[in-house]
């Protein structure tokens, strides 16, 4: 049974190497410290989150295929599969359950080829360029969207 208050945290590939390579891009957090950060935002928000991560596009799609009998948001940051998976922007549609799309980077600030996203048009709306901030914006985003306004 889906729950309101209980939301999927997607994180897709090479997010397993955050704060390991490329710090002056991705930050100096791994994904476990972030993961600290969601939690202790989620537990202050009154919601509980599922955080995880692969490098497989087959499995964030099972993944998000499953979501809406567990879950009543997606907040993802798609990674690479922003700019190229047709089968994820699908995946959201048949869902059916809001999604909002994170990045840590400012996508239009970089390469041209990351100024498109294939989730963006499917996505309740997107939030980029805040670093870890970006994490915690888009778990906002979903409590409001599921809850209402939070005060804290
Ligand atoms: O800024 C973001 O959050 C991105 O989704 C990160 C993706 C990139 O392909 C998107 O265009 C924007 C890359 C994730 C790879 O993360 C790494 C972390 C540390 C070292 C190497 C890669």
């Known amino acids: 049974m889906a729950k309101k208050n209980k939301i999927l945290i997607l994180n897709g590939p090479n997010l397993n190497l955050l704060g390991k390579r490329q710090p002056e891009i991705y930050g100096r957090l791994t994904l476990e410290e972030i993961g600290r950060e969601i939690r202790s935002l989620a537990k202050r928000l009154s919601v ?21 009998a ?16 047709v089968a994820m922007r ?44 970006s994490y915690l914006l888009g778990l906002r985003a979903a409590v409001e969207m599921l809850m209402g306004p939070v005060s804290c």
């Open 48 to 68: 509980e989150v599922e955080i995880r991560q692969s490098n497989n596009e087959g499995e964030l799609v099972d993944w998000i295929q499953q979501a809406p």
């Open 70 to 85: 567990q879950f009543g948001a997606i907040v993802i940051n798609p990674a690479a599969y922003t700019h190229s998976s």
């Open 90 to 133: 699908d995946a959201i549609i048949a869902a059916g359950i809001p999604a909002i799309e994170i990045h840590i980077s400012n996508i239009y600030k970089r390469e041209d080829f990351r100024k498109h996203s294939y989730i963006a048009g499917v996505a309740v709306g997107q939030i980029t360029g805040f670093g870890v901030q």
